[in-house]
């Protein structure tokens, strides 16, 4: 609830607070007129019977305020809507391998990409439901959950570039203005999670290329191709992802706490049609993805804006 009340006016709002009307305007008598106004703001509906259709709405995900996400448009243009227990959320394509489709109303996370249908309630927009694809939340989640892990972990590297780092966090604080600069994908036989000869040189090549980039991170995906069991598959998405970030740290010097947390995405995401060989020797890879905040993207190379920094 929202109140908006003066000192003379309490009397009035509690009486406001008995009535059942989901928005109530009242006057207080003798108040002046800059006090007559309260608006008491009550429960979102329990149903959709009887609103009016509201338009459709595609953006990002850009601030959660309570019961509302505001999403960012292509053009620029911010809308606030209203996130009810009575919402559908769901994903397409299933969130992580797992095929689910009914998400809960925490899946609305910053920079998430969405489609929301939209009812007309008490001068502002409620979501019908809310769809988006599970790969873009998987992507999102991995950058949360990795942002708010990688400066707990390697403690000692941290504290001996504490300046640094704390620079970096300020940097990279809003999680949801990614670019993606480059992706290196490095290929895996049937099963296997060694790293051939030329993996290795792509990798570290991918390396130089990320560290001629102050600002930049690395997030890194595994993946494995349609055959097998899905639980082995997991885990074996996840034993190529973490190969990869072993080899990025011990042989091409790439830092810790630049980073994010490895993860496995079994079959998801396929490259190529899994029903050739042809196609599953491309799925099964692992992808770096060279990441730079959209905010500092192209500092590298302006000196001024750099030193605003």
Avoid: H
Wanted: aromatic content about 6%.
């Amino acid at each position: 609830m929202k109140f908006s009340a003066t000192k003379p006016a309490a009397l009035a709002l509690i009486a406001a607070l008995c009535l059942p009307a989901a928005t109530v305007s009242a006057q207080t008598a003798g108040a002046p007129a800059a006090d007559q106004q309260i608006d008491v703001y009550g429960q979102l509906p329990t149903s959709f019977e009887g609103l009016e259709d509201g338009p459709d709405i595609n953006g990002v995900i850009s601030a959660r305020r309570g019961p509302q996400v505001q999403v960012r448009s292509e053009d620029g243009t911010m809308t606030e809507v209203n996130v009810a227990a009575i919402t559908t959320v769901k994903s397409r394509g299933g969130f992580l391998g797992l095929g689910r489709t009914e998400l809960d109303r925490g899946s609305l996370m910053n920079g998430l990409p969405v489609q929301i249908e939209t009812k007309r309630w008490e001068g502002g927009l409620i979501a019908e439901s809310i769809s988006f694809k599970g790969s873009d939340l998987a992507r999102v989640a991995m950058i949360r959950d990795a942002t708010g892990q990688r400066f707990g972990e390697n403690e000692a590297a941290i504290a001996e570039n504490a300046a640094a780092t704390e620079a970096l966090r300020g940097r990279f604080g809003d999680i949801d203005q990614y670019n993606i600069k480059d992706t290196t994908n490095v290929y895996f036989d049937t099963g296997k999670w060694n790293l051939g000869t030329n993996a290795r040189a792509e990798l570290c090549g991918a390396a130089l290329q990320a560290n001629s980039l102050d600002n930049a991170l690395l997030l890194v995906v595994g993946y494995t191709d349609s055959v097998g069991d899905p639980d082995y598959n997991q885990e074996l998405s996840e034993k190529r992802a973490g190969r990869v970030v072993n080899f990025l740290q011990q042989e091409c010097d790439w830092e810790p706490w630049r980073m994010l947390t490895p993860t496995g995405m079994s079959e998801s995401d396929p490259l190529a049609d899994n029903t050739t060989a042809e196609g599953r020797a491309q799925n099964r890879r692992v992808s770096v993805n060279i990441l730079v905040s959209k905010a500092l993207d192209g500092m590298d190379n302006d000196p001024q804006a750099s030193a605003a920094y």
